[in-house]
């Protein structure tokens, strides 16, 4: 089973993000978007496996990605 995960690259390693993006590939990340303004990357990583992908050289964070969200049709009800 596998979790949403939002990474978070430190600032001194953004100049070598595809080296991080394959870093965390390689510790089990199957990566969805990189998003290098930010220094940001999405991705699903196994049950668990957060605390490897943590360790992973250039990583700041990695924190649990939050639900589903989107917009509503044009016709629907005031939520």
């Not at 100049?15 to 940001?40: C, F, K, Q, Y």
């Not at 992973?56 to 917009?71: L, M, R, T, Y």
């Amino acid at each position: 089973m596998s979790e949403p995960v939002l990474v978070v690259v430190s600032a001194d390693a953004a100049s070598r993000l595809p080296e991080v993006v394959a870093d965390l590939t390689a510790a089990g990340l199957r990566v969805e978007h990189v998003l290098a303004e930010i220094g940001t990357i999405t991705g699903s990583a196994p049950t668990g496996a957060i605390r490897t992908l943590r360790a992973v050289s250039g990583v700041d964070k990695v924190e649990p990605a939050c639900g589903d969200f989107g917009i509503p049709p044009p016709d629907s009800e005031v939520q």
